[in-house]
């Protein structure tokens, strides 16, 4: 009789401390729109003690239910008895501007469902820092570091040159309102954008201004000059 009551406690005790994979952690949602570089998933911790670092599978399927992919992930998480905690993981197909079913989509971007399966929890740091997941996350963030850095020297150049065609574009009016202005003074046109170029075209604008009109109106060659 004692042996049948140290076996039936040995079994409650082993039961008690044996993991649920199927209800310990569950997925409560998961958004990710179609602009979105990471999806955010919310798990929920079912059990009565504090649930550290998750490793779990997720499936992505297409919205008639078929596997497209499916990935690995190991996180270094903490998650409160009974409690919902969000995280983050990669977005899937974000060059190509998926989203989920759930969140907003542009109308014409593929959607996607997936399936969560927890595969264990409580992993020891040593063994979740060692994963591929790490591996994965460094990847992703050196692709996305390296699109950053593209899309900024390209907003660099595109600046530089919008502001070069700014610069010629006012040069060529001031050196165009300096013919304008010996022209209407009655001075040589070519004289005064020779000087605007050799001096500078606004200074040449302020001395039109102070001399004005030529009094002595010689013609030559069909032009007044000085």
Same mark, same amino acid.
């Given at each position: 009789?004692?042996?049948?009551?140290?076996?039936?406690?040995?079994?409650?005790?082993?039961?008690?401390?044996?993991?649920?994979?199927?209800?310990?952690?569950?997925?409560?949602?998961?958004?990710?729109?179609?602009?979105?570089?990471?999806?955010?998933?919310?798990?929920?911790?079912?059990?009565?003690?504090?649930?550290?670092?998750?490793?779990?599978?997720?499936?992505?399927?297409?919205?008639?239910?078929?596997?497209?992919?499916?990935? @690995?992930?190991?996180? /270094?998480? !903490?998650?409160?008895?009974?409690?919902?905690?969000? $995280?983050?993981?990669? +977005?899937?197909?974000?060059?190509?501007?998926?989203?989920?079913?759930?969140?907003?989509?542009?109308?014409?971007?593929?959607?996607?469902?997936?399936?969560?399966?927890?595969?264990?929890?409580?992993?020891?740091?040593?063994?979740?820092?060692?994963?591929?997941?790490?591996?994965?996350?460094?990847?992703?963030?050196?692709?996305?570091?390296?699109? @950053?850095?593209?899309? /900024?020297? !390209?907003?660099?150049?595109?600046?530089?040159?919008? $502001?070069?065609?700014? +610069?010629?574009?006012?040069?060529?009016?001031?050196?165009?309102?300096?013919?304008?202005?010996?022209?209407?003074?009655?001075?040589?046109?070519?004289?005064?954008?020779?000087?605007?170029?050799?001096?500078?075209?606004?200074?040449?604008?302020?001395?039109?201004?102070?001399?004005?009109?030529?009094?002595?109106?010689?013609?030559?060659?069909?032009?007044?000059?000085?």
């Amino acid at each position: 009789m004692k042996r049948i009551v140290l076996l039936l406690t040995l079994f409650i005790s082993i039961t008690a401390f044996a993991k649920d994979l199927s209800n310990d952690v569950i997925m409560v949602s998961y958004e990710q729109a179609w602009i979105d570089h990471e999806g955010t998933l919310a798990l929920k911790n079912n059990t009565n003690e504090e649930i550290r670092n998750v490793v779990f599978l997720i499936t992505y399927l297409d919205m008639s239910g078929k596997e497209l992919d499916y990935e @690995e992930f190991s996180e /270094f998480v !903490s998650i409160a008895p009974g409690m919902t905690k969000k $995280i983050n993981i990669p +977005a899937y197909e974000a060059g190509r501007f998926y989203h989920y079913y759930k969140s907003k989509g542009d109308g014409e971007n593929p959607a996607f469902k997936i399936n969560f399966q927890l595969k264990d929890y409580n992993v020891p740091n040593e063994e979740l820092s060692g994963s591929d997941d790490s591996d994965y996350y460094g990847s992703y963030n050196d692709t996305k570091s390296n699109s @950053e850095s593209d899309t /900024f020297t !390209s907003g660099f150049f595109i600046t530089i040159i919008i $502001i070069l065609l700014v +610069a010629i574009s006012v040069s060529v009016g001031l050196f165009v309102l300096v013919a304008l202005m010996a022209q209407r003074r009655h001075r040589n046109v070519v004289l005064w954008v020779l000087l605007s170029i050799l001096a500078s075209p606004l200074l040449m604008i302020i001395i039109l201004l102070i001399i004005g009109d030529n009094p002595e109106r010689i013609e030559n060659n069909g032009r007044w000059g000085e």
